[in-house]
């Protein structure tokens, strides 16, 4: 089974900062990667797919790259709206991986 | 767009079988490519993906559920289940069920609790 780490966790930063969250894969997963964002009590809400696509409606301060083994999320102007926990999901293949998630906090 | 939502008991006893639906909606369930399934999320805990079936009607689990799991699909009910066998107080999540990376449900709490 393809296994997933994700770093840093948690992430402290200012309003206005640029933020990184990096996720590796155990394989090569190619673009199939995905990221999403969840707020307490709330489903997770898809934010990039196929390693860099936005989803329609996500603001553009979002964007993913990477591929192979190692994927970034950035969020270029960290927003008050953003406090979260994100996810990386790999699904090169029909047995999926979550990363283990990274909680950003305001600071 | 295409919409999914969850249903079912919301408390189950200790050694029972946890089953929960999801129905989908906006779109047929066999009428593309999507890739169906559940994943789950104890309190305070991360995701964890329980398993899948695909537009092929083919299954994969979670290795770490040990053969307790299985998904079915409803084609007639545009509807898709989860069954867990055998369950404890570690099977305690918030269930959501998903339509490919695209579409999830608002997800259903489930206590395992006599």
């Known amino acids: 089974d393809i296994q997933m780490t994700q770093s840093p966790s948690p992430l402290s930063a200012f309003i206005g900062d640029r933020v990184t969250i990096t996720c590796r894969a155990s394989e090569n997963i190619d673009i199939w990667m995905a990221w999403f964002q969840q707020k307490p009590g709330k489903s997770p809400k898809l934010l990039i797919y196929?390693?860099?696509t936005l989803e329609s409606g996500v603001p553009s301060r979002f964007s993913g790259s990477g591929s192979g083994t190692e994927f970034t999320l950035t969020i270029s102007s960290l927003q008050p709206e953003d406090v979260a926990t994100y996810y990386c999901l790999q699904y090169d293949s029909f047995s999926w991986a979550f990363g283990p998630g990274t909680k950003v906090e305001l600071k | 767009q295409l919409q999914v939502q969850e249903s079912g008991p919301g408390l189950v006893q200790p050694s029972e079988t946890l089953s929960l639906t999801c129905t989908v909606s906006r779109g047929s369930i066999s009428g593309n490519s999507y890739y169906w399934g559940w994943v789950r999320q104890p309190p305070g805990k991360g995701l964890e993906w329980i398993g899948g079936?695909?537009?092929?009607?083919?299954?994969y689990y979670n290795s770490s559920l040990s053969g307790r799991v299985t998904i079915s699909i409803d084609t007639s009910k545009n509807q898709f289940s989860l069954r867990l066998t055998s369950v404890t107080a570690a099977d305690t999540a918030l269930y959501f069920c998903?339509?490919?990376?695209?579409?999830w449900g608002q997800g259903t709490l489930v206590t395992v609790s006599s």
């Open positions: 998903f339509g490919s990376v695209f579409a």
């Open positions: 196929k390693a860099s």
């Open positions: 079936i695909s537009y092929g009607g083919k299954a």
